[in-house]
């Protein structure tokens, strides 16, 4: 039987919620989080949830007559314990800055001049709701296309579905994780869910692959990283640049960018040459062990060595310190994965490696998740589409389930008008001209549309394209849906509930889509009309009562993270055989190879430098450059250059450059730091500045950015995932 990796079972996140499978509440009840004074002033706090990004920490919100005055990290919450990064920290930078959205604006000029004119709610929801009908009727509701990202966007997805459209697609697929999902879901049968279930604390060794902890800094993993190294577990850093994380390392791999897949390779080739895999756990849960050993035979240390840089003695070293460890060998499968367009292949690799040394659903591994039961609402049937979508997902892209979307997908079809043309865009809760790649065929693709609406707390780059703007009420002003986090030992449900009442005439996200549903006659998929109720309903199932949770923010219940906690009958996987799939059948229908094969990279024109990229410990993608505690932090970006090719090109330490990539495009000027710490055939940035947005006062023109250098892209043809890191720059003098 096939295995369905494209539906619905690959939304299950973590794990499938079997028939019966509901989690009790941990014996220790949540604490009532107690009012406090700040000076003279009575002080009340709002347990709730962080959104600096993604993580979700749990926060304490102190707010004295209506006025968060502070906010801090949550001891209730079991993913933060209490801690929190800076970005948390400056929560209340977001909640008051003066340049965020106030009020609703209709475009009142040419699009991309950023000129609108302020309206009221009612306005600007009749002019959506008005736009909406006309083009359902003229051009059929999957003409619309919804862009969301976040917690926030799930009341916008139903709306949208409730419309009619099955064309909505994220960029924390195509650009972020879905080649990693859909690589360890073919390996596994489940993807491995946010946060990522790597057992850090317990590993005797960590493999990072262009992970930079320490940097991308997610409190929780950071912490558990930190303790797995005071514990004493080696690490092994691969990765072209000497990262924070690399300076932490027993091992640090500067690898040829482009070739991870051979170092996997040539570790597999020593763990079963050389007798060092987990032979028991390999006999007892995978299938196809025969025909990998017999396909990595000739992938030796001394095969990959020319081809990744490394040598061979150091691979052999680091695959056997592997082995020794094993299965506590926490090898991190990455967040943001999309690199060279093979990145299915590469997250196949990782995970092979991975069963190889026995560390799936063992301690110092990858854990195992825990399901939670939730509630649900009886809704009507959502509207059958007449078209299919129009981005590929399942098609062109055949393991891109459906129901996540491949965002450069629907951009290609609004440029090409095939399968159909899209007229209108919905854009929540992202910069897509800082979050998708080849922002020119964005912007273009934009110019073919009828209507584009965007719903955001700040100004960003991407509304000057707008033609209405609906502004948001930031994460300390609104209700969300629950966040349900399985792939945690202790799975736990948290809550974001507002600390304040939205300022100015910014609304929450459920108001709006409610709202909007009204106007639309499709007010049946929304049977609530207060939050609570929502929650309540969402809870049911779980014995939580929805008014202690509002109050501690969090509950965690007992989880069975290893193969160990669990019985025989739980320890099948979701994969076609019900084993460990080191060769892929799945794969092999696809005619695509069913195990992985290394594929040579192009390389760096004469006088060019291959783009890299990462983050910062203060920043958040593009989302975070205008607040100002963190702006004081760091307030641009610099291009890191080897030593060689600073004197390469005759640029100094400190000075400002201009980096132009192979089609002609250049950047802002950015400062160049010149370094021992990086290989001399790339050029290294943080992401995220170089905005344009001339409505963020403190983020405009800071630094480059590299999203406006990544004019071409490597699509992998298994998920359409768009590798970035194939451009190419040069240094030209500011």
């Not at 209730?76 to 400056?90: D, I, K, S, T, Y």
């Not at 296309?145 to 926030?152: K, V």
């Not at 093979?342 to 063992?362: E, N, P």
């Not at 019985?567 to 060769?583: C, H, N, Q, V, W």
Request: with cysteine; proline share 8%.
């Amino acid at each position: 039987m096939k295995s369905d990796i494209t539906r619905r079972r690959f939304l299950e996140t973590a794990a499938t919620l079997g028939a019966g499978a509901v989690a009790m509440p941990a014996a220790a009840g949540p604490k009532t989080q107690q009012p406090g004074w700040r000076g003279s002033a009575r002080v009340e706090k709002i347990a709730t949830t962080c959104e600096l990004c993604f993580w979700r920490c749990g926060v304490l919100a102190s707010v004295a007559d209506g006025k968060v005055v502070r906010v801090e990290g949550n001891p209730e919450h079991p993913q933060n314990l209490g801690r929190l990064c800076a970005r948390g920290n400056a929560g209340t930078g977001l909640l008051y800055d003066p340049d965020r959205l106030k009020t609703p604006l209709l475009r009142d000029g040419p699009r991309g001049e950023g000129r609108f004119r302020p309206v009221g709610w009612n306005e600007a929801l009749d002019f959506l709701a008005e736009k909406l009908v006309k083009l359902r009727k003229e051009h059929g509701p999957e003409s619309v296309a919804f862009f969301p990202h976040g917690n926030g966007a799930r009341f916008f997805s139903t709306l949208m579905r409730a419309y009619g459209t099955p064309n909505s697609a994220e960029p924390s697929f195509a650009q972020c994780r879905g080649p990693r999902e859909v690589g360890y879901n073919l390996t596994f049968g489940q993807p491995l869910g946010s946060p990522e279930p790597v057992d850090l604390e317990e590993a005797r060794v960590v493999v990072l692959i262009g992970s930079h902890l320490g940097e991308n800094v997610f409190t929780s993993q950071i912490t558990a990283f930190a303790t797995g190294l005071s514990r004493g577990a080696k690490l092994i850093a691969v990765d072209p640049r000497f990262s924070t994380a690399a300076s932490k390392a027993d091992w640090w791999l500067p690898i040829r960018p482009g070739t991870d897949i051979a170092l996997l390779l040539a570790w597999m080739n020593v763990l079963i040459s050389e007798n060092l895999y987990d032979k028991g756990y390999i006999d007892s849960y995978a299938a196809g062990f025969d025909q990998l050993a017999t396909h990595v035979r000739e992938f030796t240390p001394e095969w990959a060595e020319p081809i990744t840089e490394i040598p061979s003695a150091k691979i052999r070293e680091t695959a056997r310190a592997m082995g020794a460890a094993k299965p506590a060998v926490a090898i991190h499968p990455g967040r943001h994965v999309t690199w060279y367009g093979d990145d299915t292949q590469r997250a196949r690799a990782m995970a092979i490696l991975t069963a190889l040394l026995g560390s799936w659903g063992r301690k110092g591994g990858i854990f195992l998740p825990t399901p939670i039961d939730r509630g649900s609402f009886d809704l009507p049937d959502f509207p059958e589409p007449k078209r299919g979508r129009a981005d590929g997902a399942g098609t062109r892209f055949p393991l891109a389930p459906e129901e996540l979307g491949v965002t450069n997908g629907l951009i290609d079809a609004t440029l090409s008008g095939d399968p159909y043309p899209l007229k209108a865009w919905i854009v929540y809760g992202q910069n897509m001209l800082e979050s998708i790649p080849q922002p020119a065929r964005t912007v273009e693709a934009i110019g073919k549309l009828d209507l584009m609406v965007v719903v955001d707390v700040l100004p960003v780059d991407q509304i000057r394209y707008a033609d209405l703007v609906l502004p948001e009420a930031t994460y300390l002003e609104r209700y969300d849906p629950p966040t349900i986090v399985e792939s945690a030992k202790r799975p736990f449900i948290a809550v974001r509930s507002p600390a304040c009442e939205p300022l100015f005439e910014s609304k929450p996200g459920w108001w709006i889509a409610r709202e909007m549903a009204k106007r639309l006659d499709l007010l049946a998929y929304f049977p609530w009309e207060t939050p609570e109720q929502h929650l309540e309903k969402i809870l049911a199932p779980t014995g939580i009562n929805a008014k202690q949770l509002l109050n501690c923010g969090a509950v965690s219940f007992p989880g069975k993270p290893y193969l160990e906690d669990r019985s025989p009958d739980e320890r099948s996987f979701g994969t076609a055989s019900g084993k460990i799939e080191l060769y892929s059948q799945e794969l092999a229908d696809h005619h695509a190879d069913p195990m992985p094969r290394y594929t040579a990279p192009s390389l760096p024109p004469k006088g060019f430098l291959r783009l890299i990229y990462g983050r910062a410990p203060v920043h958040s993608f593009a989302r975070s450059q205008n607040n100002e505690a963190l702006s004081a932090l760091m307030n641009e970006n610099e291009v890191w250059l080897h030593t060689s090719s600073a004197l390469a090109t005759g640029v100094k330490d400190g000075e400002r450059v201009v980096l132009e990539n192979g089609d002609g495009v250049r950047s802002s000027p950015v400062r160049v730091r010149v370094t021992e710490g990086i290989r001399n055939d790339c050029a290294y940035m943080v992401h995220g500045f170089g905005q344009q947005s001339k409505a963020l006062r403190r983020a405009h023109g800071r630094g480059a950015s590299d999203n406006s250098l990544m004019s071409r892209v490597s699509v992998d043809p298994l998920t359409g995932g768009t590798g970035m890191r194939v451009n190419f720059v040069r240094p030209v003098r500011a």
